[in-house]
Protein backbone atom coordinates (compact mmCIF):
# COMPACT_ATOMS: atom_id res chain seq x y z
CA UNK A 1 0.00 0.00 0.00
CA UNK A 2 1.12 3.90 -0.78
CA UNK A 3 1.33 6.14 2.00
CA UNK A 4 1.96 9.86 1.60
CA UNK A 5 3.21 11.87 3.99
CA UNK A 6 3.14 15.61 4.85
CA UNK A 7 5.21 16.24 7.70
CA UNK A 8 4.39 20.08 8.70
CA UNK A 9 0.69 20.34 10.01
CA UNK A 10 1.00 24.20 10.18
CA UNK A 11 2.81 26.56 8.35
CA UNK A 12 3.04 30.25 7.79
CA UNK A 13 4.65 32.90 5.25
CA UNK A 14 4.82 37.02 5.09
CA UNK A 15 3.04 37.94 1.75
CA UNK A 16 5.08 37.95 -1.51
CA UNK A 17 7.46 35.78 0.45
CA UNK A 18 8.35 32.10 -0.66
CA UNK A 19 6.91 29.42 0.76
CA UNK A 20 8.03 25.30 0.78
CA UNK A 21 5.65 22.36 1.45
CA UNK A 22 7.00 19.51 2.21
CA UNK A 23 5.91 15.63 1.03
CA UNK A 24 7.38 12.66 1.06
CA UNK A 25 5.66 8.85 -0.36
CA UNK A 26 6.39 5.55 0.04
CA UNK A 27 5.45 3.15 -2.97
CA UNK A 28 7.03 0.39 -4.84
CA UNK A 29 5.17 1.24 -8.09
CA UNK A 30 7.03 2.80 -10.95
CA UNK A 31 4.03 4.95 -13.07
CA UNK A 32 2.32 6.95 -11.31
CA UNK A 33 1.30 11.04 -10.80
CA UNK A 34 1.46 13.14 -7.78
CA UNK A 35 -0.38 15.97 -7.09
CA UNK A 36 -0.84 18.99 -4.37
CA UNK A 37 -4.53 20.03 -3.85
CA UNK A 38 -5.44 23.08 -2.60
CA UNK A 39 -8.82 23.43 -0.07
CA UNK A 40 -9.59 26.97 0.65
CA UNK A 41 -11.32 28.06 4.25
CA UNK A 42 -15.36 26.75 3.56
CA UNK A 43 -14.44 26.03 0.23
CA UNK A 44 -14.21 23.67 -2.59
CA UNK A 45 -10.63 21.33 -2.51
CA UNK A 46 -9.06 21.96 -6.45
CA UNK A 47 -6.01 20.65 -8.23
CA UNK A 48 -2.86 23.12 -7.82
CA UNK A 49 0.10 20.97 -10.08
CA UNK A 50 0.46 17.80 -10.76
CA UNK A 51 3.71 15.65 -12.10
CA UNK A 52 4.21 12.47 -13.88
CA UNK A 53 6.43 9.95 -12.45
CA UNK A 54 8.02 9.08 -15.62
CA UNK A 55 8.60 13.27 -16.32
CA UNK A 56 11.78 14.25 -15.32
CA UNK A 57 11.60 17.86 -15.49
CA UNK A 58 9.79 19.73 -12.75
CA UNK A 59 6.35 20.73 -13.00
CA UNK A 60 5.61 24.38 -12.96
CA UNK A 61 1.83 26.42 -13.00
CA UNK A 62 2.69 30.16 -12.99
CA UNK A 63 3.70 30.72 -9.42
CA UNK A 64 3.51 26.92 -8.08
CA UNK A 65 6.51 24.71 -8.78
CA UNK A 66 7.26 21.25 -7.47
CA UNK A 67 10.83 19.69 -6.55
CA UNK A 68 10.55 16.02 -7.70
CA UNK A 69 12.95 13.87 -5.96
CA UNK A 70 12.06 10.18 -7.36
CA UNK A 71 14.98 8.43 -6.03
CA UNK A 72 14.16 9.96 -2.40
CA UNK A 73 10.52 9.78 -3.28
CA UNK A 74 9.95 13.51 -2.32
CA UNK A 75 7.83 15.84 -3.99
CA UNK A 76 7.68 19.33 -2.51
CA UNK A 77 5.72 22.50 -3.32
CA UNK A 78 7.23 26.16 -3.99
CA UNK A 79 4.95 28.97 -3.80
CA UNK A 80 6.19 31.73 -4.69
CA UNK A 81 5.37 35.42 -4.35
CA UNK A 82 2.77 34.45 -1.93
CA UNK A 83 -1.02 35.57 -2.20
CA UNK A 84 -3.34 36.16 0.61
CA UNK A 85 -5.38 34.03 -1.40
CA UNK A 86 -3.14 31.32 -0.84
CA UNK A 87 -4.32 30.77 2.58
CA UNK A 88 -5.87 26.71 2.31
CA UNK A 89 -5.05 23.39 3.46
CA UNK A 90 -3.03 21.67 0.38
CA UNK A 91 -2.95 18.22 0.43
CA UNK A 92 -0.55 15.89 -1.44
CA UNK A 93 -1.60 12.95 -2.86
CA UNK A 94 -0.24 9.91 -4.90
CA UNK A 95 -2.20 7.47 -8.09
CA UNK A 96 -0.76 4.83 -9.02
CA UNK A 97 -0.52 3.54 -12.37
CA UNK A 98 -1.58 5.28 -15.60
CA UNK A 99 -4.91 3.34 -16.55
CA UNK A 100 -5.45 1.62 -13.40
CA UNK A 101 -7.36 1.63 -10.56
CA UNK A 102 -9.84 3.88 -11.51
CA UNK A 103 -7.65 6.78 -10.51
CA UNK A 104 -7.88 5.91 -6.98
CA UNK A 105 -5.46 8.53 -4.83
CA UNK A 106 -4.09 7.87 -1.57
CA UNK A 107 -3.66 11.82 0.40
CA UNK A 108 -1.39 12.90 3.03
CA UNK A 109 -2.88 14.84 6.36
CA UNK A 110 -2.25 18.59 5.15
CA UNK A 111 -0.58 21.32 5.65
CA UNK A 112 -2.57 24.38 6.19
CA UNK A 113 -0.69 27.94 5.32
CA UNK A 114 -1.42 30.63 6.35
CA UNK A 115 -0.02 34.23 4.29
CA UNK A 116 0.26 36.79 6.84
CA UNK A 117 -0.18 40.50 5.34
CA UNK B 1 -15.56 22.88 -16.02
CA UNK B 2 -16.37 20.05 -13.94
CA UNK B 3 -19.53 20.73 -11.86
CA UNK B 4 -19.39 18.46 -8.45
CA UNK B 5 -22.72 18.95 -6.92
CA UNK B 6 -23.30 17.59 -3.35
CA UNK B 7 -27.15 18.12 -2.30
CA UNK B 8 -26.39 19.36 1.20
CA UNK B 9 -23.38 21.78 2.67
CA UNK B 10 -24.54 21.00 6.17
CA UNK B 11 -26.42 18.38 7.70
CA UNK B 12 -27.89 17.21 10.97
CA UNK B 13 -29.13 13.81 11.91
CA UNK B 14 -29.88 11.65 15.24
CA UNK B 15 -28.52 8.86 16.41
CA UNK B 16 -29.72 5.36 14.38
CA UNK B 17 -30.83 7.45 11.52
CA UNK B 18 -30.50 6.61 7.83
CA UNK B 19 -28.79 9.11 6.20
CA UNK B 20 -28.60 10.13 2.34
CA UNK B 21 -25.84 11.96 0.99
CA UNK B 22 -26.37 12.55 -2.23
CA UNK B 23 -23.15 13.58 -4.91
CA UNK B 24 -23.64 14.46 -9.08
CA UNK B 25 -21.12 15.02 -11.43
CA UNK B 26 -21.83 16.70 -15.18
CA UNK B 27 -18.99 15.56 -16.78
CA UNK B 28 -20.06 12.07 -17.94
CA UNK B 29 -16.98 10.48 -14.97
CA UNK B 30 -16.77 7.03 -14.98
CA UNK B 31 -15.03 6.86 -11.78
CA UNK B 32 -16.75 8.39 -8.26
CA UNK B 33 -15.22 8.61 -4.89
CA UNK B 34 -16.60 9.46 -1.31
CA UNK B 35 -13.72 10.24 1.47
CA UNK B 36 -14.46 11.95 4.86
CA UNK B 37 -12.02 14.26 5.90
CA UNK B 38 -11.38 14.75 9.95
CA UNK B 39 -8.11 17.34 11.41
CA UNK B 40 -5.36 15.73 11.58
CA UNK B 41 -6.42 12.40 9.29
CA UNK B 42 -6.40 14.02 5.73
CA UNK B 43 -8.69 12.38 3.77
CA UNK B 44 -9.98 8.47 4.01
CA UNK B 45 -11.67 6.90 1.01
CA UNK B 46 -14.80 5.16 2.00
CA UNK B 47 -16.03 4.05 -0.90
CA UNK B 48 -15.01 4.68 -5.04
CA UNK B 49 -16.84 3.38 -8.34
CA UNK B 50 -15.58 2.67 -12.05
CA UNK B 51 -18.53 2.15 -13.54
CA UNK B 52 -22.51 2.05 -12.90
CA UNK B 53 -23.83 -0.65 -10.47
CA UNK B 54 -19.76 -0.87 -9.92
CA UNK B 55 -18.75 -0.07 -6.10
CA UNK B 56 -15.14 -1.16 -4.23
CA UNK B 57 -14.63 -0.40 -0.76
CA UNK B 58 -11.61 2.03 0.26
CA UNK B 59 -9.81 1.93 3.34
CA UNK B 60 -13.17 2.91 5.95
CA UNK B 61 -16.11 1.27 4.94
CA UNK B 62 -17.47 -0.11 8.29
CA UNK B 63 -20.72 1.36 8.60
CA UNK B 64 -21.52 3.03 4.92
CA UNK B 65 -22.51 1.66 2.12
CA UNK B 66 -23.24 3.10 -1.34
CA UNK B 67 -25.18 3.13 -4.51
CA UNK B 68 -24.45 4.39 -8.25
CA UNK B 69 -27.23 3.41 -10.22
CA UNK B 70 -26.86 5.89 -12.75
CA UNK B 71 -23.60 7.07 -13.95
CA UNK B 72 -23.28 11.18 -12.61
CA UNK B 73 -24.60 10.21 -9.65
CA UNK B 74 -23.11 8.51 -6.71
CA UNK B 75 -24.67 8.03 -2.97
CA UNK B 76 -23.45 7.32 0.39
CA UNK B 77 -25.93 6.15 2.77
CA UNK B 78 -25.22 5.66 6.47
CA UNK B 79 -27.25 3.09 7.46
CA UNK B 80 -28.00 3.53 11.27
CA UNK B 81 -25.96 6.95 11.75
CA UNK B 82 -23.52 7.32 14.78
CA UNK B 83 -21.92 9.83 17.15
CA UNK B 84 -18.67 8.93 15.55
CA UNK B 85 -20.07 9.39 11.58
CA UNK B 86 -20.02 13.29 12.74
CA UNK B 87 -17.80 14.33 9.85
CA UNK B 88 -17.05 16.21 6.72
CA UNK B 89 -17.59 14.02 3.76
CA UNK B 90 -16.13 14.77 0.61
CA UNK B 91 -17.18 13.86 -2.95
CA UNK B 92 -15.02 13.53 -6.10
CA UNK B 93 -15.35 12.11 -9.56
CA UNK B 94 -13.00 11.41 -12.60
CA UNK B 95 -11.84 10.18 -15.42
CA UNK B 96 -8.50 8.53 -15.29
CA UNK B 97 -6.94 11.86 -12.72
CA UNK B 98 -7.29 14.50 -11.76
CA UNK B 99 -9.76 14.60 -9.08
CA UNK B 100 -12.95 17.11 -9.26
CA UNK B 101 -14.15 17.73 -5.74
CA UNK B 102 -17.59 18.63 -4.51
CA UNK B 103 -18.28 21.65 -1.93
CA UNK B 104 -18.63 18.89 1.37
CA UNK B 105 -21.42 17.98 3.43
CA UNK B 106 -20.78 19.00 7.32
CA UNK B 107 -22.68 16.43 8.50
CA UNK B 108 -23.04 16.17 12.56
CA UNK B 109 -25.18 13.06 14.23
CA UNK B 110 -26.56 14.24 17.38
Known amino acids: AQTVTQSQPEMSVQEAETVTLSCTYDTSENNYYLFWYKQPPSRQMILVIRQEAYKQQNATENRFSVNFQKAAKSFSLKISDSQLGDTAMYFCAFMKGINTNAGKSTFGDGTTLTVKP | DVKVTQSSRYLVKRTGEKVFLECVQD?????MFWYRQDPGLGLRLIYF???????EKGDIPEGYSVSREKKERFSLILESASTNQTSMYLC?????????FGDGTRLSIL
Open chain 2, 27 to 31: MDHEN
Open chain 2, 49 to 55: SYDVKMK
Open chain 2, 92 to 100: ASSFRQPQH
